[in-house]
């Protein structure tokens, strides 16, 4: 469908920008916090930082916080780091983490800021991944203590919540880049984790809406459609194998209380079903999400998968987060020709954006925030303090060109949180891949004097949230 005349964007459209707690905050021991899974990790790409300090989000945060007031956001996603609230995830309260959300809170509320708060984004408590980690359903028990103190303490401050980032991430990639439960936890089966992490989700959906009235909560995947190779029937069937099994698998159990059942029998087919355990359904059915957050960076594209034969003459693909890989039996991944790609090998498709909100708002017809889209870069700050980044003005105009496509299209959509809003530690490259709209003056070897700087994204995107539409 072609619109002759863009959809506007509706009156109180959540304009805003993402962060997460361990990749920015830095102060990854101060006041008491607890080590999280990622605190303990000791393997990282060579020449890249840890997260021990990160932007240093936890000491600068009321001058990170005026530069999101000046930047004019309406909306600041952002994740509270389970070991600041309860260092060693199931034990005593700490006082000093929890006091730290309320001056974020409070700060973002006097600037009139709507704060969207993430309950857990990759940062198990380190001493729950001694015990187990998702593998056992103690962790389920210790997650919905965890949300009752959040939601005793921000429930009267915070109207957005989201559980879990990425939860689908976590299940494909998390054992290969550390973000699930630590080392020690890779036997468990991985299905059997995501299930755990499904009913503490569902618990923790049921008790804020029975505690807090008024509170609005929701999962955040990442979402990527997938498109057929070509027409070829086959293709199109290793398409919606991988749809069901990288998105709708996630989203229909958090919706509809139950599993997708083609991933059902894709784990079926690989041994990989995880043991139910009596109530656990009735759990999931009881959940009842107020909208689907959702983190998009690209489209994956995937035909019929080789024969055993021209596998072995030809050899598999790998992938990452954003960037497809083969399942032999299942789907190949194959580049899309019509695509370009970024520094890093992903593929650009701002339609394939307009493509992902249909579907998702057509299957489950609830509203949807975006909390994760934007464009790493290796910026350069120049000697006067400035950053030139039109590549990513370049980037977020044509993706957010797509959502008032799919405003148009019918899609209810609540707002858009790219990331990042301040550059942070990637899980990848570093500091030295930024995507943040505020510049940190450090590299991944010097922390220099950690001093923010305003891109010219920052300027873009002040006028776009101003006049409410993308500026001429």
Request: glycine share 10%.
């Amino acid at each position: 469908m072609h619109h002759t005349q863009p959809a506007p964007f509706p009156e109180g459209f959540l304009w805003g920008a993402s962060t997460s707690g361990y990749q920015v905050e830095g102060g990854w021991d101060a006041d008491g916090k607890g080590r999280s899974i990622v605190d303990a990790r000791t393997q990282f790409p060579p020449g890249t930082t840890d997260y021990t300090v990160a932007s240093d989000h936890y000491h600068h945060v009321d001058e990170d916080v005026a530069l999101f007031a000046e930047l004019g956001l309406k909306a600041y996603r952002f994740s509270v780091q389970w070991t600041r609230i309860v260092p060693d995830g199931d034990g005593a309260e700490n006082p000093d983490g929890i006091a730290f959300y309320h001056r974020l809170i409070d700060g973002l509320l006097a600037h009139g800021i709507t704060p969207v708060l993430t309950m857990y984004h990759f940062d198990l408590p380190q001493a729950l991944a001694d015990k187990g980690g998702w593998g056992s359903r103690a962790t389920v028990d210790a997650f919905v203590r965890y949300s009752e103190i959040l939601f005793r303490e921000y429930g009267s401050k915070v109207e957005y919540w989201l559980t879990i980032n990425e939860q689908n991430m976590m299940v494909m990639f998390g054992e290969l880049i550390g973000i699930i439960d630590g080392p020690a936890n890779t036997g468990v089966n991985v299905y059997q984790k995501n299930h755990h992490m499904l009913v503490a989700q569902a618990r923790a959906m049921e008790l804020l809406h029975r505690t807090v009235p008024g509170a609005k909560i929701g999962p955040a995947p990442n979402i990527a459609y997938v498109y057929p190779a070509s027409p070829r029937p086959e293709d199109v069937i290793a398409a919606d194998d991988l749809n069901a099994v990288r998105n709708w698998l996630y989203l229909d159990a958090a919706v509809h209380g139950r599993y997708n059942a083609t991933a059902w029998a894709y784990l079926a087919a690989k041994g990989l079903t995880p043991d139910v355990e009596d109530g656990d359904l009735d759990v999931l059915a009881s959940a009842h999400p107020d909208f689907l957050a959702f983190n998009y960076y690209a489209t994956h594209t995937v035909a019929a998968p080789l024969t055993d034969e021209d596998r072995a003459a030809q050899g598999g693909r790998g992938g990452d987060q954003q960037i497809a890989f083969d399942d032999p039996g299942f789907y190949r991944a194959v580049d899309n020709p019509f695509l370009p790609k970024n520094a890093f090998g992903w593929e650009i498709d701002p339609v394939g954006f307009r493509m992902t909100f249909r579907a998702i708002y057509d299957r489950y017809h609830l509203p949807l925030l975006v909390t994760e889209n934007g464009l790493g870069a290796f910026d350069q700050l120049e000697p006067d303090g400035t950053v030139h980044d039109q590549y990513r003005i370049d980037y977020l105009r044509d993706h957010i060109a797509q959502i008032q496509a799919a405003i148009g299209d019918g899609v209810d959509v609540l707002g858009y949180c790219p990331w990042s809003a301040i550059d942070l530690v990637s899980t990848h490259q570093g500091i030295a891949k930024r995507y943040g709209f505020v510049y940190v003056n450090r590299d991944d070897d010097d922390l220099k004097d950690l001093a923010r700087y305003r891109k010219d994204s920052f300027a873009w995107y002040q006028t776009l949230i101003a006049g409410n539409a993308l500026p001429d």
